[in-house]
């Protein structure tokens, strides 16, 4: 049983950065190789959507509204996952979410999730 939990959410100005972390326990050795971990967000009344994914090898993929601001990132030896988030903007107000999946899982909701990190953005 995978096992996630966020930190480092928070309320900033438009402009500002924040450094989201992911703890992941549950995943050992070469079994975390098989994970895609990545951050999604969702706003109350919503989807979940997805934010940014990295693979073991360090493979990434962001949705289009936060490429070339967002950064993800993983650290395979803590069990770790990263999102460094730059020049925000209000609309990237949501609670963010660890999400961690096998590579065979049709999608994230196979996969298991962290509590969530609240991170609000103000113009």
């Known amino acids: 049983q995978v096992q996630l939990v966020e930190s480092g959410g928070g309320a900033v100005q438009a402009g500002g950065s924040l450094r989201l972390s992911c703890a992941a326990s549950g995943i050992a050795g070469i079994i975390s190789r098989l994970i895609l971990m990545g951050w999604y967000r969702q706003v109350p009344g919503n989807q979940r959507d997805l934010v940014a994914t990295?693979?073991?090898?360090?493979?990434?993929n962001y949705a289009d509204s936060v490429k070339g601001r967002f950064t993800i990132s993983r650290d395979n030896h803590k069990n770790m996952v990263y999102l460094q988030m730059n020049n925000l903007k209000p609309e990237d107000t949501a609670v963010y979410y660890c999400?961690?999946?096998?590579?065979?899982?049709?999608?994230?909701?196979?996969?298991?999730w962290g509590q969530g990190t609240q991170v609000i953005v103000s113009s």
């Open positions: 990295v693979t073991s090898e360090g493979i990434t």
């Open positions: 999400n961690a999946r096998p590579f065979t899982a049709p999608g994230p909701g196979a996969g298991s």
